[in-house]
């Protein structure tokens, strides 16, 4: 699997920021894509992610109910919608693919994703 991940941009708190993850190559029946983040000296986190062939999501405390994971099939892309913005959300941002989603807590193992894209900043001012 293949992905390139873009859309990371500066903008200000409160404001919104739509990640695309384009995805090739060959996917399974449970693969998930999702999206972590890392800032410098710190390790990377989960963020969300999003069954390929399915409706499965999973999400991490510090986003849910700002940040929106969805996929078009037909497009070969996962987005994240990232509304109302905090400078704590400033980190590059990285989607990955697992061949095996699992439930929701093996979702959030980053050591379980076998394949990423390159990053994208996303900084949000104050």
């Known amino acids: 699997v293949q992905l390139q991940a873009s859309g990371g941009g500066l903008v200000q708190a409160g404001d919104s920021l739509r990640l695309s993850c384009a995805v090739a190559g060959r996917t399974f029946s449970h693969t998930g894509i999702g999206w972590f983040r890392q800032v410098p000296g710190k390790d990377r986190q989960f963020v969300a992610v999003v069954r390929w062939n399915g409706d499965q999501v999973t999400y991490a405390d510090s986003v849910k109910g700002r940040f929106v994971i969805s996929k078009d099939n037909a497009k070969n892309t996962v987005y994240l919608q990232m509304n109302s913005l905090k400078p704590e959300d400033t980190a590059v941002y990285f989607c990955?693919?697992?061949?095996?989603?699992?439930?929701?807590?093996?979702?959030?193992?980053?050591?379980?994703?076998?394949?990423w894209g390159q990053g994208t900043q996303v900084t949000v001012s104050s």
């Open positions: 990955a693919a697992v061949n095996n989603l699992g439930n929701d807590i093996t979702a959030t193992m980053k050591n379980r994703y076998r394949y």
